[in-house]
């Protein structure tokens, strides 16, 4: 099986999980037990170091499988993928522009290897008070003599306290770099994750006081974070959108069973909310998966970047919308909590909240279409 079918395969096993984990909170550690077992954490990993090779569009197809069984779920792998996607798409020509040198490159091979024989990644990059903006965050690092030393607080860290290691983000004076951080000694999890919706994905708070190896600098070179931001953001954008996606297509398949069961189906005002949403979702998924297509055969290009933006813009409202209104055509039974269609509902919402904003996608597009460099409009965009 190819790796979109073995997602469809674990679906239902995701999706009857859903349920239980939205009402205590608890993370899926079952789910995430079946994707290692599935082979899928080696998902973007290079063949020749042990993984399946897959491109930005292969994983698009395998998260809105995924996300349509249990958005929280789909949330975590996101992550996990977006640090070994980011390392092994970044292109040969670029990391030579950039100077990586060849033990940064042996480091990334090794990171790859380990994540495709079951390796867990998760990602500390946002803060209170500055969200997903590099530029904002209090975390500092500064050279020691065995290694880096790490100090901050990060939130909104899916899977945290259940990851192998961790990509940080951190600062030394103006200077903003990224680290893969192994679990352990240093790393504190604050439990304080109680959200509206992806409740499951256990995105508690980290406290970081921690000496990494002299390999965790991520491309061997200080400073790299905020120029591959605005060069290649598809896996700090769109990589998201995939998700909301089937967030939003399991709206439509939740209504619609219950639909069925009430035999509301024969309604005329219901069956118009279905088919918008079946039509709004469609033209979401085509986004996601034109912007997919463009990083795959021309990251980084201005128009691959422009469609990664409207993506992330189209699949976090659309989640949002379509998810609202199979609600109003359910009806109150459906409000219920213990309902898939309200829990659904609630991660739905988040969609447009997850960086970047929809407010900041939308942003970044007038700017572009007004003739602006989108990444230079006063407040820095990360």
Known sequence: MNAVEVARELAPKLAARAGEHDVDGSFPAADIADLRGAGLTGLMVPVELGGAGAGFADYALVAMELGAAHGAT??????????????????????????????????????????????????????????SRLSAMTTTYERVDDGWRIRGEKSFVSGAGHADAYLVAAKNGELVSQFLVPAGEGITVRPVWDSLGMRATASHDVLLDVVAPPDSLLGGIEGL??????????????????VYVGVARSAIDAAVAHLRQRNLDGLPAVRARVGRADAAVAAARLAVLEAARLVDQAPGQPETNRWVWRAKLLAGQT?????????????????????????????????????????????????????ADPENVGVPRW
């Open 74 to 131: 789909a949330l975590i792998f996101n992550m996990h993928a977006s640090v070994t996607g980011a390392l092994a798409q970044i292109p040969a020509e670029v990391a030579r522009a950039l100077g990586v040198p060849e033990e940064a490159l042996a480091a990334k091979d090794r990171i790859l290897r380990e994540a495709a024989t079951g390796s867990w990644y998760a990602v500390a990059m946002s803060e209170r008070g500055a969200g």
């Open 319 to 371: 989640a949002m919308e379509v998810a609202a209104s199979m609600l109003e055509a359910a009806g109150t039974a459906a409000s219920r909590r213990g309902h898939p269609l309200e829990r659904i509902f609630r991660d739905a919402r988040c969609g447009s909240l997850q960086p970047a904003t929809s407010d900041v996608c939308a942003d970044w597009l007038g700017a572009a279409a007004l003739g």
């Open 225 to 242: 974070a905020l120029p591959m931001a605005q060069l290649m953001p598809q896996w700090l954008v769109a990589s998201y959108a995939a």
